[in-house]
T-cell receptor, first 114, second 113 residues
Framework: AQKVTQAQTEISVVEKEDVTLDCVYETRDTTYYLFWYKQPPSGELVFLIRRNSFDEQNEISGRYSWNFQKSTSSFNFTITASQVVDSAVYFCAFLFNAGNMLTFGGGTRLMVKP | DVKVTQSSRYLVKRTGEKVFLECVQDMDHENMFWYRQDPGLGLRLIYFSYDVKMKEKGDIPEGYSVSREKKERFSLILESASTNQTSMYLC????????????FGSGTQLSVL
């Protein structure tokens, strides 16, 4: 069975600090997908990124970057120069190739203070 | 703008009541999902539907049932609500390929007293 662990339940930073959210997964599958979603206070989860298990290239999108390392089964998310609007709960999720059902981690609540 | 709409943002019910949570999507998605969100536990899948009248149990289906009579609508039913079903319920939808991203509703915070 797959498992996704987000060890940091809450992180608090001051605006403009960089912050990394950790995600570790367990699987015996060789083909799978990893996701990050953001849940702002409005409640609606918003898709941020999807990676497949064969693509270990890091990705950068503006202030957001993702570091996928198969060797350590990690898919970490870094926000550079954090802003108050980044305050949200962030979820990492796993999907094995033949499946339809995501396995979510417990989430990390990020609070960015002005 | 694509949308997944959940009928209520907040709901208060009494123990033993039958509760219906409704979800409608306007994206013609085949897949629809009901998740439950509890602090520290993340999102856990209750039920999944991949077509009209088709459903599969998720990780925690006990105490719940679902109905999908039309493609755009997916209902979650609590046959006899209990206090341990107090939670945030999130509906989502997606295209049929499993790796497709999910689109979520804003959630229904259900309190069972």
């Amino acid at each position: 069975a797959q498992k996704v662990t987000q060890a940091q339940t809450e992180i608090s930073v001051v605006e403009k600090e960089d912050v990394t959210l950790d995600c570790v997964y367990e699987t015996r599958d060789t083909t799978y997908y990893l996701f990050w979603y953001k849940q702002p206070p409005s409640g609606e989860l918003v898709f941020l990124i999807r990676r497949n298990s064969f693509d270990e290239q890091n990705e950068i999108s503006g202030r957001y970057s993702w570091n996928f390392q198969k060797s350590t089964s990690s898919f970490n998310f870094t926000i550079t120069a954090s802003q108050v609007v980044d305050s949200a709960v962030y979820f990492c999720a796993f999907l094995f190739n033949a499946g339809n059902m995501l396995t979510f981690g417990g989430g990390t609540r990020l609070m960015v203070k002005p | 703008d694509v949308k997944v709409t959940q009928s209520s943002r907040y709901l208060v019910k009494r123990t033993g009541e039958k509760v219906f949570l409704e979800c409608v999507q306007d994206m013609d998605h085949e897949n629809m999902f009901w998740y439950r969100q509890d602090p520290g536990l993340g999102l856990r899948l209750i039920y999944f539907s991949y077509d009209v009248k088709m459903k599969e149990k998720g990780d925690i289906p006990e105490g719940y049932s679902v109905s999908r009579e039309k493609k755009e609508r997916f209902s979650l039913i609590l046959e006899s609500a209990s206090t341990n079903q107090t939670s945030m319920y999130l509906c989502a939808s997606s295209f049929p390929q499993g790796k497709e991203k999910l689109f979520f509703g804003s959630g229904t915070q259900l309190s069972v007293l």
